[in-house]
């Protein structure tokens, strides 16, 4: 088996080219490394089987031989980088969906699309289920990523309806784990690092806003399972225990052992009040659900992080 993950240098798609690697296959990594780094690939770019190929999936992507699956992990997926580089969120939302579509076309291939829960927006149904259309605002700062991602489940049906190409869209909520960027805006690095650092933990609003936090090693699996379906429509893939964002701050302060104080900011806007996936269609359809608790993903990520984290 030979698979092509676009955006493979990033947090996901490293941890996807570990796994595939580790089951023997031929694994394609491409990526710019906008935001993808090198060191994420330390532990496979030496391996049997291993390709590395430096491309703007906006471009034509011209790949020889088989290849079995495509998964399109390339965007910017933090705030901070969509909001630093908007024009590029949608770009790759298009067009690298676009051309993604076309390679697995002419190698029939199964494609799946790494999608988002932010395809809800700012959600008026609670839980999210896949049938939710969502409460997004298309010009606010926040869209470029929303309707790139939105953009890039209907080109991916088009595809599947028109063109037949076997695909799967997963829609991944909050991950955290091994791997993640320090600097990239979002909670787990945000809250890990100051808290580690003795610095002040910022929540921003009054800290009731709700997550939901999936340990990478649980998404891998359900991402594996979900390709390995006949299920074409979106699915949800995150861990549905809810925790608001304070008590987020206070279980990290506690786990790092930190004697940081919590601050509070404005919140940003259209930040979304409450997230969490409704699994339903995981459990029934895939069997899947996540095993690793909240505190066992936390300790790993924390572990994870004194290793990258310099004092302040």
């Not at 089987?49 to 997926?77: C, K, M, N, Q």
């Not at 991916?156 to 091994?178: E, K, L, W």
Request: charged letters at 25%.
């Amino acid at each position: 088996m030979r698979v092509l993950v676009t955006g493979g240098a990033g947090f996901i798609g490293s941890h996807l080219c570990e796994f595939f690697l580790g089951k023997g296959w031929d694994v394609v990594c491409m990526d710019d490394f906008v935001t993808g780094s090198r060191d994420n690939l330390l532990g496979v770019e030496s391996q049997r089987g291993f390709t590395l190929v430096e491309h703007d999936v906006t471009e034509y992507i011209r790949l020889d031989g088989a290849l079995d699956w495509v998964l399109h992990f390339a965007s910017p997926a933090s705030p901070r980088d969509y909001l630093e580089l908007p024009i590029q969120t949608l770009k790759v939302g298009a067009l690298g969906t676009h051309k993604a579509l076309g390679l697995a076309k002419e190698k029939n291939a199964r494609f799946l699309l790494a999608s988002t829960s932010e395809v809800y927006g700012d959600p008026l149904v609670h839980p999210q289920k896949e049938d939710y259309w969502g409460n997004v605002n298309p010009i606010g700062p926040r869209g470029v990523y929303d309707e790139a991602k939105r953009f890039a489940e209907a080109l991916t049906m088009a595809y599947h309806r028109t063109h037949g190409v076997q695909t799967r869209i997963v829609r991944i909520f909050n991950t955290h784990g091994p791997r993640m960027r320090l600097n990239d805006g979002r909670v787990v690095p945000n809250f890990i690092a100051q808290a580690l650092r003795g610095e002040a933990m910022t929540v921003y609003g009054d800290g009731s806003q709700t997550r939901s936090f999936c340990y990478v090693s649980d998404l891998v699996e359900g991402i594996v399972r979900l390709l390995r379906s006949d299920h074409s429509g979106p699915v949800n893939c995150g861990n549905p225990l809810e925790v608001s964002i304070l008590e987020f701050a206070r279980k990290i302060k506690a786990l790092t052992g930190s004697k940081s104080e919590i601050v509070f900011r404005p919140l940003p806007e259209d930040d979304p009040k409450v997230r969490q996936p409704d699994i339903s269609l995981a459990r029934r359809l895939l069997g899947w659900e996540p095993v690793v608790s909240l505190e066992d993903g936390l300790r790993k990520t924390i572990d994870y992080f004194r290793g990258v984290v310099l004092p302040a």
